[in-house]
């Protein structure tokens, strides 16, 4: 080091290609530039995060600054204004009327282990590359599993959200079924699961129609006769189960499937159960609401988003198995360009990304800032306040209201034809946001309903009740 130090200073400036000419930050001392722009990019987000309120849930649209870059790079200012610009034109989730969807204000501590991620910059395609983090991730997708139920030894993987987390599911289980190459396969699925599996179907290579969606009864669950019906019909057609997959929490009603009988029915049949908790499964992590997601324990796999709810910055989502070696007796390929994993098989084999960045990160300490006692207090707030709508939309006349196991609900006028829906929800919808209170606008069976996520911790009595004196009103002045 010190005999580094004497050489002589090369007197001509650096070539544009020495990292002194170039803005990465120093390896030798505290960069001062680096510290600047993370105080000053923190600072801003503060300030956005801490004017949400005075700022309307769903923005206007504003200017989108220049994309291409200069021919000389820019210096902090300039970056942070344009940085500014987009900000200004954000969805802003920490708006208390920010309802429509299940993207809830960020938690702080991961929002700081989530810049800290980007510093670290490792990567949990393998272990060389990310050796704390991926012991960490291990530990924690383990410690998870077990706390939502799953036996001893189970585990898990995350992945690039929900989507991604029930195509793993998929493929995982179609080949612990032994039904690789089989094009007769089906998943069996309530006609309210998520559209995700369409999309997994699409990429397994099995046609649309390999999805059997099964009806629902009013609340929006899966009906297990209607399953025991299908699961007998498929044995006697020898057509094959690749696996059933049950809904806790479905996108527009939150409903949860029955999961102990649908656990008990695929137990007989030797048939997979996935469970989709994305919006779910969380409820599982506290004993005074775990009853909510009964059965949950009994899957074999499970898909968790700690992005709905909790407010882990996104995206975070898992893939928990009760037997989660099968990830890597699925994916591995081998790594041959890589040193063999310390422990357990590499990220990169357990899944089908390849490089990820650690999630987990994020997860692992916004999980330990809350706390057992803060992760109960946002389900008791969630369920508190779906609670009070329901409470105030109740007693309306001609409104069907749906939902109620978990913080979703979704209400729609009785009597009006889908035209009449579809144009109450549009102007029902404008007068919300004109009271800064967003909420989102789905089809359901046919028509469109008004939807609210009751997730956000920000949101007060008050809110509530203008909103259902907005929806009390549009239904006296229906078309
Ligand atoms: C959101 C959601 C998904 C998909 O998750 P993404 O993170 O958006 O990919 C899957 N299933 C259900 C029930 C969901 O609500």
């Not at 000419?21 to 105080?39: C, G, K, N, R």
């Not at 198995?321 to 422990?343: C, D, H, I, K, R």
């Not at 990820?356 to 330990?368: V, Y």
Request: aromatic share 2%.
């Amino acid at each position: 080091m010190g005999s580094l130090q004497r050489l002589p200073l090369a007197l001509a400036p650096p070539a544009p290609w020495a990292s002194d000419a170039l803005p990465f930050a120093s390896p030798d001392q505290l960069d001062p530039d680096l510290q600047e722009l993370l105080d000053s990019a923190s600072r801003m987000l503060c300030q956005w995060l801490g004017s949400a309120a005075s700022r309307a849930p769903l923005p206007a649209l504003g200017l989108t600054p220049a994309v291409a870059p200069s021919v000389q790079g820019l210096g902090g200012d300039v970056l942070l204004a344009e940085l500014q610009q987009v900000m200004e034109g954000a969805y802003n989730p920490n708006h208390p009327g920010a309802l429509a969807h299940l993207d809830p204000p960020p938690l702080p501590a991961s929002i700081a282990a989530e810049m800290v991620c980007a510093g670290l910059n490792n990567n949990l395609l393998a272990e060389e590359l990310s050796p704390s983090l991926t012991r960490l991730e291990r530990s924690l997708c383990a410690w998870l599993a077990e706390a939502i139920g799953l036996p001893a030894g189970s585990g898990g993987v995350p992945a690039s959200g929900g989507t991604l987390s029930n195509l793993t599911a998929l493929v995982v289980a179609r080949q612990h079924q032994g039904l690789q190459g089989r094009s007769d396969a089906v998943v069996l699925a309530s006609s309210d699961a998520h559209v995700s599996l369409d999309k997994a179907l699409m990429v397994m290579g099995l046609p649309a129609t390999a999805l059997r969606r099964l009806p629902v009864d009013p609340a929006g669950r899966l009906q297990s006769d209607a399953l025991a019906d299908e699961l007998d019909r498929c044995r006697l057609q020898g057509v094959p189960v690749l696996a059933v997959v049950a809904t806790a929490g479905t996108t527009v009603c939150g409903a949860v499937d029955p999961l102990a009988s649908i656990a008990g029915l695929c137990r007989s049949h030797g048939a997979w159960l996935h469970v989709d908790g994305a919006i779910g499964a969380v409820y599982a992590l506290d004993p005074g609401h775990a009853q909510r997601v009964q059965g949950l324990g009994l899957a074999d796999s499970v898909t968790v988003n700690p992005q709905k709810l909790l407010g882990i910055t996104k995206t975070s989502s898992l893939l928990l198995l009760a037997q989660p070696q099968l990830l890597a007796e699925v994916f591995a390929t081998g790594l041959p360009y890589m040193e063999a994993s310390w422990g357990g098989s590499h990220g990169g084999e357990c899944g089908l990304q390849g490089t990820r960045p650690a999630e987990a990160l994020k997860l692992w300490l916004g999980l330990r800032q809350l706390g057992q006692e803060g992760i109960r207090a946002v389900l008791d707030g969630a369920i508190e306040r779906t609670a009070t709508v329901m409470d105030l939309l109740r007693p309306l006349q001609g409104l069907a209201l749906r939902g109620g196991d978990l913080h979703l609900l979704a209400m729609t006028p009785l009597g009006l034809s889908a035209g009449q829906a579809d144009h109450w929800s549009q102007a029902t919808r404008q007068q919300l946001l004109a009271a800064q209170l967003m909420l989102s606008r789905p089809l359901y069976q046919g028509r469109h309903h008004l939807k609210a996520v009751l997730g956000n911790p920000h949101t007060r009595p008050a809110q509530l009740e203008q909103l259902a004196a907005i929806v009390a009103s549009s239904l006296t002045a229906k078309p």
